[in-house]
């Protein structure tokens, strides 16, 4: 409820008054309250966070966009547009709201402007070899020597390479070939921020629209290893305290056996970790 000028009290939408107030008040994160804890894709599966200028036209394509989810992503990007571009809403469930201002894990969907992601084919798609150099090491030690033999390998070798114009986050998958049967992540190299401010989760949105068969390996003792286990559909550890992960296809798989004897004799390794 809201009170004119004239004293009369006037019934105002919700959502309205509180874009109305973030717009005044400029905050870092607008948290709107649903029963509903968030919206949900064709699936009925959450959706728990939404980059949009990367994801905007794909998801007004979608058949299942229409209606109060349509009208409420419209409004939030309106929204954005005229807040810091480090703002983002959150849509929670009330009960979450404790969750959502005091941890880093928050809850139901999470929408900012975001970066938009690069793809690259080549390397002669990146601009700066020496800031894709140093996003791979990272602050990892050793691994000069393998990103150098990375960089200098032959051009027509096949990959795909995924990052933000800032390179928080990098990763690089090699596409199913003559020596294997599906797509494997062979880098994943991200900065602590690029983990808080949804990068890495855009970029593997990215990597699941082009490939939605995919394996990957990730240290046992990673600080973000649950993540990994939300995004895959199976896993499996080996004796050296590495996880091998996979989605869209089944463990005993044709594809994804060779995998998984390649990974059980070390021959699987990620180039770089967290920076």
Sequence with gaps: MAEGDDGHLLNVNADV???????ALKPLKVVYLSEKGGLFDG????????????????LMAQPWC??????????????LNDLPCSSSVAIIHPSDLEKELFTDSGAGTLIRLGDRIRKATSIHDFDDIEK?????????K????????FIDTPKEKKFSAYYDDAMQCVAIVVPEGEDQAMAVLTSLSTTKSGWLNGTMDNIFSAIKKDYPVLAWVANERDENLTWFFEKSDGSCHDNNGSVLFYYGTGMR???????YEDFLSGGRAMLGENR
């Design 142 to 149: 050793g691994l000069e020597t393998e990103v150098d033999r």
């Design 17 to 23: 008054a509180a874009a109305e107030l973030a717009r």
């Design 66 to 79: 229409r209606y109060g989810t349509r009208l409420k992503i419209l409004q939030i990007q309106e929204l």
């Design 43 to 58: 699936e009925d599966k959450k959706i728990s966070q939404i980059n949009l200028d990367e994801e905007y036209d794909y």
């Design 253 to 259: 798989s044709e594809a994804l056996v060779p995998i």
């Design 132 to 140: 894709l150099k140093a996003a791979l090491v990272g602050s990892s």
